[in-house]
């Protein structure tokens, strides 16, 4: 039983395309973020959003738009993929938007052509 | 903007040796995590520290949060092939902040 599954797990694709990565969680948690981790493995976050709202939009080009159907779904739509986008793209989760501990998912490596 | 600063990046040792990495920051935090990632997999919760000079032991892993809150160590103790990892610290409220990890590798 995963407790945050995101899909694919690897993504290739042209430059210019528009791809969709999916999360979901089944935690009961209120929470979910998503994370760029980079070729040098600093994980950033991107966004957070807590009960389907946006609580935190880092400075991520507007070519990223986050949707979270329900508390359990946190999907990301990436517009015009660019080189710079290849990295892997964590899903978590956590109880509450005050709470640091978070679960993760598998990740999805994007890789730009 | 809280940081946390990670050392060292990179580490390699013989198995059985001991070792300690770190996390410091210049601001207090309420809690801080430790986490494990192997290759290929997202990051795992080890621990998490709360109060100031606390210290927390998993088998051969001992956490320590600083008396000020602002900085924390993890110490292996016979350090095994299978603690290779990328160790992360994490903190913060509202947002969790990640530090840029600790390679380490243990060398049979």
Same mark, same amino acid.
């Not at chain 1, 507007?62 to 793209?89: C, M, Q, T, W």
């Given at each position: 039983?995963?407790?945050?599954?995101?899909?694919?797990?690897?993504?290739?694709?042209?430059?210019?395309?528009?791809?969709?990565?999916?999360?979901?969680?089944?935690?009961?948690?209120?929470?979910?973020?998503?994370?760029?981790?980079?070729?040098?493995?600093?994980?950033?976050?991107m966004f957070?959003?807590?009960?389907?709202?946006?609580?935190?939009n880092?400075t991520v080009p507007n070519r990223f738009s986050p949707?979270?159907?329900?508390?359990?779904?946190?999907?990301?739509h990436i517009n015009s993929?660019?080189?710079?986008?290849?990295?892997?793209?964590?899903?978590?989760?956590?109880?509450?938007?005050?709470?640091?501990?978070?679960?993760?998912?598998?990740?999805?490596?994007?890789?730009?052509? | 903007?809280?940081?946390?600063?990670?050392? !060292?990046?990179?580490?390699?040792?013989?198995?059985?040796?001991?070792?300690?990495?770190?996390?410091?920051?210049?601001?207090?935090?309420?809690?801080?995590?430790?986490?494990?990632?192997? !290759?290929?997999?997202?990051?795992?919760?080890?621990?998490?520290?709360?109060?100031?000079?606390?210290?927390?032991?998993?088998?051969?892993?001992?956490?320590?949060?600083?008396?000020?809150?602002?900085?924390?160590?993890?110490?292996?103790?016979?350090?095994?092939?299978?603690?290779?990892?990328?160790?992360?610290?994490?903190?913060?409220?509202?947002?969790?902040?990640?530090?840029?990890?600790?390679?380490?590798?243990?060398? !049979?």
């Amino acid at each position: 039983d995963t407790a945050v599954s995101q899909t694919p797990k690897y993504l290739v694709t042209q430059m210019g395309n528009d791809k969709s990565i999916k999360c979901e969680q089944n935690l009961g948690h209120d929470t979910m973020y998503w994370y760029k981790q980079d070729s040098k493995k600093f994980l950033k976050i991107m966004f957070s959003y807590n009960n389907k709202e946006l609580i935190i939009n880092e400075t991520v080009p507007n070519r990223f738009s986050p949707k979270s159907p329900d508390k359990a779904h946190l999907n990301l739509h990436i517009n015009s993929l660019e080189l710079g986008d290849s990295a892997v793209y964590f899903c978590a989760s956590s109880q509450g938007s005050q709470d640091t501990e978070a679960f993760f998912g598998q990740g999805t490596r994007l890789t730009v052509v | 903007t809280q940081l946390l600063e990670q050392s !060292p990046q990179f580490l390699s040792i013989q198995e059985g040796e001991n070792l300690t990495v770190y996390c410091n920051s210049s601001s207090v935090f309420s809690s801080l995590q430790w986490y494990r990632q192997e !290759p290929g997999e997202g990051p795992v919760l080890l621990v998490t520290v709360v109060t100031g000079g606390e210290v927390k032991k998993l088998k051969r892993l001992t956490f320590q949060f600083g008396d000020a809150r602002k900085d924390s160590s993890l110490h292996i103790t016979a350090a095994q092939p299978g603690d290779t990892g990328l160790y992360l610290c994490a903190g913060g409220q509202g947002k969790i902040i990640f530090g840029k990890g600790t390679r380490l590798h243990i060398l !049979p």
